[in-house]
């Protein structure tokens, strides 16, 4: 992720020259997918997926 961009009104946005927040695969190519979140307080969650229990009908 980009370093935050304080001198703007909102720091977290991501800008037209940051890189993408995301990963982009073939049709079919992911099996699974394992989700990390990093809080303000520096605790972390984390939750794994497997690709039948998260498609969309």
Do not use: K, W
Not at 29 to 38: F, K, P, T, Y
């Amino acid at each position: 992720m980009p370093p935050c961009h304080e001198a703007l009104s909102t720091p977290n946005a991501i800008l037209h020259d940051d890189p993408q927040p995301y990963l982009t695969f073939e049709a079919g190519a992911v099996q699974s997918v394992r989700v990390q979140l990093i809080y303000d307080d520096l605790g972390m969650d984390a939750a794994g997926f497997a690709r039948g229990d998260v498609l969309i009908p």
